[in-house]
């Protein structure tokens, strides 16, 4: 049930944009489905598209900053990573016994990247919920914490597989399915905010 004022949001400019990160994340699922193939026309065609529907995602968080300032720290974070992702490759391609260290400092950049992005992301869309729908605020707030969890199980695992191999491999797996249920999740989320908002206007 919708509250029975006007919120101080743009309903309308969430409504479409939000739908569009939809979208976007569907083009990125799928354009990583090119991306394990073993041809490497299909892999180069598959990591174009996501790379563009990354910069893309980054771009419309930009456009929603106007709404909650979190909206602009996500977008430079998800930016900043696609832009890392290309140059890297752009560098093995050139310098490929670079390849190692690069892809090291690579996979650490835009890790620490991706889970700032998706903090700052989750907590716009909790905070601009919280004008149109509480329920909606809470499933995203609650998003985060499930995200938390799996990013310190995966942290869990590498440290004990140091020690306890077969531990350590079962908390990873753990993790992992947790990450993909939290993946999907988003995904809903992300469909849900669009429809509710739509359906306030």
């Given at each position: 049930?919708?509250?029975?004022?006007?919120?101080?949001?743009?309903?309308?400019?969430?409504?479409?944009?939000?739908?569009?990160?939809?979208?976007?994340?569907?083009?990125?699922?799928?354009?990583?489905?090119?991306?394990?193939?073993?041809?490497?026309?299909?892999?180069?065609?598959?990591?174009?598209?996501?790379?563009?529907?990354?910069?893309?995602?980054?771009?419309?968080?930009?456009?929603?900053?106007?709404?909650?300032?979190?909206?602009?720290?996500?977008?430079?974070?998800?930016?900043l990573?696609?832009?890392?992702?290309?140059?890297?490759?752009?560098?093995?391609?050139?310098?490929?016994?670079?390849?190692?260290?690069?892809?090291?400092?690579?996979?650490?950049?835009?890790?620490?990247?991706?889970i700032?992005?998706?903090?700052?992301e989750?907590?716009a869309?909790a905070?601009?919920?919280?004008?149109v729908?509480?329920?909606?605020?809470?499933?995203?707030?609650r998003?985060?914490?499930?995200?938390?969890?799996?990013?310190?199980?995966?942290?869990?695992?590498?440290?004990?597989?140091?020690?306890?191999?077969?531990?350590?491999?079962f908390?990873?797996?753990?993790?992992?399915?947790?990450?993909?249920?939290?993946?999907?999740?988003?995904?809903?989320?992300?469909?849900?905010?669009?429809?509710?908002?739509?359906?306030?206007?």
């Amino acid at each position: 049930m919708y509250q029975d004022y006007r919120p101080s949001v743009d309903i309308k400019l969430l409504a479409k944009w939000i739908g569009v990160l939809f979208w976007l994340t569907i083009v990125s699922i799928v354009a990583g489905l090119f991306t394990g193939n073993n041809s490497d026309e299909l892999y180069g065609i598959g990591w174009l598209i996501r790379a563009g529907a990354d910069l893309a995602y980054g771009i419309v968080l930009l456009r929603l900053a106007s709404e909650d300032e979190s909206y602009r720290r996500s977008g430079i974070c998800v930016i900043l990573c696609a832009a890392i992702g290309i140059v890297s490759t752009a560098m093995n391609v050139a310098i490929p016994g670079a390849g190692i260290m690069l892809g090291m400092i690579a996979v650490i950049l835009t890790a620490v990247l991706d889970i700032a992005g998706e903090y700052y992301e989750f907590k716009a869309h909790a905070g601009v919920m919280s004008y149109v729908s509480q329920m909606m605020s809470d499933k995203w707030e609650r998003l985060w914490k499930w995200k938390l969890w799996t990013m310190l199980g995966m942290l869990a695992a590498v440290i004990v597989s140091i020690l306890i191999s077969v531990i350590g491999v079962f908390i990873a797996l753990v993790a992992g399915i947790g990450t993909l249920v939290v993946s999907i999740m988003k995904i809903v989320y992300l469909r849900q905010t669009a429809k509710t908002l739509e359906g306030y206007e």
